[in-house]
């Protein structure tokens, strides 16, 4: 693909880097620096700083469902790969930590 003067990426701040991409990454760079008729350099950080987004997102959901856990079942934090309570422990958990509320003091 030749690249027109108007079509590169513009200059950035920050580390250089090189790299080899997989196939499937270059097609992908490609068709989107077609599409926006840009540089694949700027196809290709368009991509990464996506994926940053995400993968920044995926780990504030994973601090939400720790704290979730922690709400739901004391202790839980640190389970990892943990999946959601199903209803029934859920409700065990509920009533555990209100017969525990309403028993007398010792």
């Known amino acids: 693909m030749t690249q027109r003067p108007s079509a590169r990426a513009p200059r950035s701040e920050?580390?250089?880097t090189t790299l080899r991409l997989p196939e499937a990454l270059a097609a992908v760079a490609e068709r989107l620096a077609r599409e926006?008729?840009?540089?694949?350099?700027?196809a290709l950080l368009r991509l990464a700083?996506?994926?940053a987004r995400?993968?920044?997102?995926?780990?504030?959901?994973?601090?939400r469902r720790a704290e979730r856990w922690a709400a739901?079942?004391?202790?839980?934090?640190?389970?990892?790969h943990a999946d959601f309570p199903s209803p029934d422990e859920a409700r065990d958990a509920i009533l555990a930590v209100r017969d525990k509320a309403a028993a007398p003091a010792s």
Do not use: H, K, M, W
């Open 14 to 16: 920050g580390p250089r």
């Open 36 to 42: 926006l008729d840009i540089s694949r350099n700027d």
């Open 49 to 51: 700083t996506r994926g």
């Open 54 to 63: 995400l993968y920044e997102q995926e780990q504030c959901t994973a601090v």
């Open 72 to 80: 739901v079942v004391p202790g839980a934090v640190g389970i990892d």
